[in-house]
């Protein structure tokens, strides 16, 4: 099963940084500035070669620890979870993929993703036994010292889009998809289920708003028909998701609710370890 492990220490050995997805056009432009300039032969190029480049910087300089989600936040499932069990994880968590280990999270096997496990068993009931065995994929295993360009010219070599952190004992030390290492150089990706993009936030119920947190804190005050919500002093906090690093002071993890004196609620929906990303923002009858 590709890196194929026993225990965490067969993931300390995988954890290599060798050099050795899906050929996409864009990430082959991250690692090489010339290929930018290619000529176009194909639908997909031309669609490619307009996406922003971001700070390519970050490809041969950050590393894995200082992107990676933390161990306390990974969501993972035991290889004898139940289907019924696993459906309700994918549901709640929001994620497309999980990893799976077995007795502990240090004896990562393998991930499973969301759509393998719709086409094989359905979710409205299957005939067919599952087996997590049969469903779930290879995962990476990367030290945290790896640089995240090395990590995603792997992934888009080997078409394993999820990796394990292994820290020098041989544990889980945090978890990287495809997603969060194109996003770390090109800036958020917005997809399907993210809030569309040019709309900032909508109303989900009276008096209840899921925001991007790079939404206008003014324009927010006053759609909320509120005072300033961040001191006067604070002038460089325009956005909300400003507003809520400058009231906890760090970034929240997600799930975390941070209340503000004026009697509105900010929960995180979305956030990494690097920067909020989506907020539900519930305004109290308090304050004003």
Sequence with gaps: MGDNIEGSSGAAQSAQPDVKGQADGFIRRLFSSTKIHATVETPEMVKTSSLPTGDLGNLNSMRLEDVAIPRADITSVAEDISLTDLVAVFKNSGYSRLPVFKDQLDNPVGFIHLKDLALK???????IKFSMQDTMRPLLYAPPSMTIGVLLQKMQTDRIHMALVIDEYGGVDGLLTIEDLVETVLG??????????????????????????????????AVLDIGPLADTDDEEVDTLGGLVFMLTGRVPAKGEIVLHPKGVEFEVVDADPRRIKRLRVTRDSVGG
Excluded: C
Aim: charged share 30%; proline share 2%; no cysteine.
């Design 188 to 221: 958020e990706i917005i997809d399907e289920h993210d809030t569309e993009e040019g709309v900032m936030w909508f109303e989900e119920a009276p008096g209840v708003y899921l925001a991007q947190s790079r939404a206008s804190l003014t324009e927010f005050e």
């Design 121 to 127: 068993y359905g979710f409205n009931g299957s005939k």
